[in-house]
T-cell receptor, first 113, second 112 residues
Framework: DGGITQSPKYLFRKEGQNVTLSCEQN?????MYWYRQDPGQGLRLIYY???????QKGDIAEGYSVSREKKESFPLTVTSAQKNPTAFYLC????????????FGPGTRLLVL | GDSVTQMEGPVTLSEEAFLTINCTYT??????LFWYVQYPGEGLQLLLK?????DKGSNKGFEATYRKETTSFHLEKGSVQVSDSAVYFC???????????FGRGTQLTVWP
């Protein structure tokens, strides 16, 4: 089955630690996105990538970093500079940057110890 | 800039009641409009979409009509079920290629 997978489902971060959230898709989509979801705030865009080896900052990129070395993969690193990382993180993809329909993974919940 | 405003929740209904969740937007040009649904602990699923004025998107008994004159895309269902309990997000395709702008979400709870 084609789709988007995110791992792990739950992730715990200690103070000062960087953690990486995985996002993989086998839909052959060019564009990929990372969102952060907090209660009552909807989804906020962190980073997006329209093509391999290229990515742009979204609205809340500070404290996060990404890479796009392969079409299928778009990992997100939450760095120690992100002071309030507790949230639900959602990865999405779309066929290309002109196709607005996005397909979402199941999400990763990040908690701070 | 591009933005979406949707009805504050939570919304609580009895089974078989009529549902309306309001959504209005601000955008330049002629954006596509979407409704996504999120079940507890899961990612978002596309529920329906409309790409131009007067289009009606529909799926699983839900409908929404793209009204350019009122800049609205209200979600409706004639008879809700307990299984419809979820968070519903309105979104618009923005002026930046590929970007979606989401509303804050509306929590719907349906009681038997």
């Amino acid at each position: 089955d084609g789709g988007i997978t995110q791992s792990p489902k739950y992730l715990f971060r200690k103070e000062g630690q960087n953690v990486t959230l995985s996002c993989e898709q086998n839909l052959n989509h060019d564009a990929m996105y990372w969102y952060r979801q907090d209660p009552g705030q909807g989804l906020r865009l962190i980073y997006y990538s329209q093509i391999v080896n290229d990515f742009q900052k979204g609205d809340i990129a500070e404290g996060y970093s990404v890479s796009r070395e392969k079409k299928e993969s778009f990992p997100l690193t939450v760095t120690s500079a992100q002071k309030n990382p507790t949230a639900f993180y959602l990865c999405a993809s779309s066929l290309d940057s002109e196709s607005e329909t996005q397909y979402f993974g199941p999400g990763t919940r990040l908690l701070v110890l | 800039g591009d933005s979406v405003t949707q009805m504050e929740g939570p919304v609580t209904l009895s089974e078989e009641a009529f549902l309306t969740i309001n959504c209005t937007y601000t955008a330049t040009g002629y954006p596509s409009l979407f409704w996504y649904v999120q079940y507890p602990g899961e990612g978002l699923q596309l529920l329906l979409k409309a790409t131009k004025a007067d289009d009606k998107g529909s799926n699983k008994g839900f409908e929404a009509t793209y009204r350019k004159e009122t800049t609205s895309f209200h979600l409706e269902k004639g008879s809700v079920q307990v299984s419809d309990s979820a968070v519903y997000f309105c979104a618009l395709g923005g002026s930046t290629l590929g970007r979606l702008y989401f509303g804050r979400g509306t929590q719907l709870t349906v009681w038997p």
